[in-house]
């Protein structure tokens, strides 16, 4: 039997969506406004195809499209952005990374943090998927993803040592690693 497609399936838009989402929790965003944003989004990205090629193909890592659309809705919404681990020589561990996301979102409400994961099939190998979400809560050993898929197989959620934050940690038991790099911490303003 046929499965309907989803968001994610045919779309390479997950990046958009943890924004929209992340907003959705920072400020009640509804979805007719997160359909506009979303469209406005599309087409100021059409306004410069090669932006356009490289989000569709997959050749960004949609830092700047990401950073685009928070800078854009940051001047509609009173919205703090905190990025705490850019310009890092080295990403933090797991246990800091994770301490870090704890403490921000235990810090007051409607508060989320998106990044980019990578997830391999060998820790030899490319990538084979990678993936923008968002987390809105850390509580006990769950790390809980408020995310755009319903593919089956989705990680959904992360478990303390589920993850490494720098690729050349990976092993076969331990086949993601989280883009420190992209981490945005949220909160209303």
């Known amino acids: ?19 929209l989402n992340g907003l959705q929790i920072t400020h009640g ?10 469209h406005e989004t599309l087409l100021e990205l059409a306004a410069t195809p ?3 090629r490289a989000v569709l193909e997959q050749r960004t890592d949609y830092v700047p499209l ?11 919404f009173p919205l703090e952005i905190v990025r705490p681990f850019q310009g890092l020589r080295h990403a933090p561990s797991p246990r800091q990374f994770w301490q870090a996301c704890r403490t921000f979102l235990e810090g007051g409400r409607r508060r989320v943090i998106l990044f980019r ?6 820790a030899e190998a490319a990538p084979l998927n990678r993936h923008w979400t968002a987390v ?5 050993d769950t790390m809980h993803l408020f ?21 050349e940690n990976l092993s076969p038991e331990c ?4 883009d420190t790099a992209t981490a945005r911490f949220l909160s209303p303003r």
Request: net charge negative; with cysteine; charged share 25%.
């Open 136 to 140: 809105d809560w850390v509580r006990g």
């Open 175 to 178: 086949l993601i690693c989280i």
């Open 50 to 52: 090669d932006d356009l």
């Open 29 to 38: 965003l509804r979805a007719l406004h997160a359909r506009d944003i979303l």
């Open 1 to 19: 039997m046929p499965t309907p497609f989803y968001q994610g399936k045919l779309d390479v838009f997950c990046a958009m969506y943890a924004v």
């Open 66 to 76: 990401v950073d685009g659309m928070l800078h854009a809705q940051a001047r509609r």
């Open 117 to 122: 994961f990578l997830r391999y099939l060998f």
């Open 147 to 167: 995310d755009c898929s319903r593919e089956e197989g989705a990680i959904l959620d992360f478990a303390p040592g589920s993850f490494v934050t720098r690729p």
